[in-house]
Each structure stands twice: as structure tokens, then as C-alpha cells.
């Protein structure tokens, strides 16, 4: 069952585009992967699909649902986290869990949660003195809390090591079991394959291509590469020079 369809997306910021004639959908259930450069435009499509950013034209519906007109019903159904997602330093883990329940009318038990994502020893401890890995699962428990059918999870690795990277995998995996369909934004290409069904690549408003990453990989034309990797396919998608 698709969950999300979006059809000739376009948005413009002055001068700028941002986003130019995008479509695809996500099925329910699955990971769907949005991968590309800095300033491609998967920030501003992922917003647009959220009702955070107004589109110029194009039609979004998740869930059946108009996230401009229906933004407030949407709200209900989509949880966000957001790459410049921030909380105050003095806020602790159990008051911004608590906090964020009392948002919704039908909040998951946010003490339940907070021990799914590890987060029960740091309960009274402020947002200020987590450490990164913990910041995003928190963030991941914010973006649960109001028991949502789809999670849109922005950069949520950015910064973070190796095993709290790891970790964070696990976290989405775990996400997705609940029954969540998981729209992600990375910039990361190993994590892209490792964790996405679908993968979509943007490049300067436009995707280039969408697919599983194993057919990405299958389909790349990488001169003077026989194997190429997912890494290597999109690179080529996305850099002329490497054409």
C-alpha cells in the first residue's frame, strides 16, 4: 500500500531552486532512503512531504492526506526528526519525553520508550550533557512519541562514531519493526544500503535515479570501474566529472 505519493514537486527559494519536478512514493512498511549532495534538495522535499515547507506547485498526499491543508490531522499520523533539531540544554530526558506526549491526543507510553531506546539510566540527566548517540536516541524517542505511521528521520548519524553510528542503525531497524515506515535522508551511502529497501538520488532538485540499492549498483556505468560500489554508482549519477 503506498503511504506517501508526491507528484512534480517544485520549490524555489528566490533565485533559487531547491526542488524541480520530483515524484516517487513510498510503500507502508518499507525504508525509503533520500540520498545526494549538499544543496540537492532532500531537506526541502522531506519538509514539503511533512507540511513544515509550503511547495510553489506539485501534489503531496501521506496517508491520503494534503500536508498543507490537512496539517494539523498529519501531524497526528508523521513523526519528524529534523537535522537542526535542538532542545534546550537544562530540558531532561524524561521532561522533554513527557513534554512531547502532551502533544498528542493518543501518545505512546513515553516511559516504555524511553527504555526501548536505552534511555531509562539517563532519565533525569539534561539534554546539555548527553553524548551524541544519545542526543538521536532521544531524538528517535521524540520522533515515537506520538505513536506515528510514518517517521521522517533527517541525517539522523551526523557526527556520531563508528559504534554509535552502529547503534543508530540498529535504532532505525528497530523503528521499522514497530510497524513504521521510515522515510531517511543521508548522507552516508554504506548506511543508505545497509538499512534502505528503496533508495531515491537527488541532485540539484531533480532524482536521477530511484531503486534498490542492489539494482543501483547493477545498473551503474562507472568508467574504469568493474565492480563498482553504491558509493561509486551514485557518485556518477550525481558528478558529471565522474561520468
Known amino acids: 500500500m503506498t503511504v ?3 507528484r512534480n514537486l517544485a520549490k524555489r527559494y528566490g533565485d533559487q531552486v ?5 515524484s516517487f512514493t513510498v ?3 518499507e525504508i525509503f532512503g533520500i540520498v545526494g549532495p ?15 515547507r509550503i511547495p510553489d506547485s506539485g501534489t503531496i498526499r501521506v496517508l491520503g492526506l494534503d500536508p498543507r491543508r490537512d496539517r494539523a490531522e498529519l501531524r497526528r499520523h ?15 530526558v524524561w521532561e522533554a519525553l513527557d513534554l512531547y506526549s502532551s502533544f498528542y ?5 513515553w516511559r516504555r520508550l524511553m527504555a526501548d531506546l536505552g534511555l531509562t539510566e539517563k532519565r533525569n540527566t539534561v539534554f546539555g550533557k548527553l553524548s551524541g548517540g544519545q542526543k538521536q536516541r532521544l531524538s528517535v524517542a521524540l520522533a515515537l512519541v506520538g505513536n506515528p505511521e510514518i517517521a521522517v528521520l533527517d541525517e539522523l548519524t551526523t557526527g556520531l562514531d563508528p559504534q554509535a553510528r552502529r547503534d ?5 531497524r528497530g523503528v521499522r519493526d514497530r510497524g513504521v515506515t521510515v522515510v531517511l535522508v543521508t548522507h ?3 548506511e543508505a544500503e545497509r538499512l534502505c529497501d528503496r533508495i531515491a538520488v537527488i541532485d540539484a532538485g531533480r532524482i536521477v535515479a530511484l531503486d534498490t540499492p542492489a539494482a543501483l549498483v547493477a545498473n551503474a556505468v562507472v568508467p574504469g570501474v568493474a565492480r563498482p560500489t553504491l558509493e561509486d554508482a551514485v557518485l556518477a549519477l550525481t558528478n558529471p566529472l565522474a561520468r
Not at 18 to 22: G, H, I, L
Not at 78 to 92: A, F, M, W
Open 78 to 92: 508523521i513523526g519528524i526528526q529534523l537535522q537542526e533539531s535542538q532542545l534546550p540544554d537544562r530540558l531532561k
Open 27 to 29: 510503500d507502508a512498511g
Open 38 to 52: 549538499n544543496g540537492a534538495g532532500k531537506t526541502t522535499t522531506v519538509e514539503s512531504v511533512s507540511g513544515m
Open 105 to 109: 491526543a493518543q501518545p505512546a507510553d
Open 18 to 22: 531547491a526542488v524541480r519536478d520530483v
Open 168 to 172: 543508530t542503525w540498529e535504532l532505525i
Open 188 to 190: 552516508s551511502l554504506e
Open 4 to 6: 506517501i505519493e508526491v
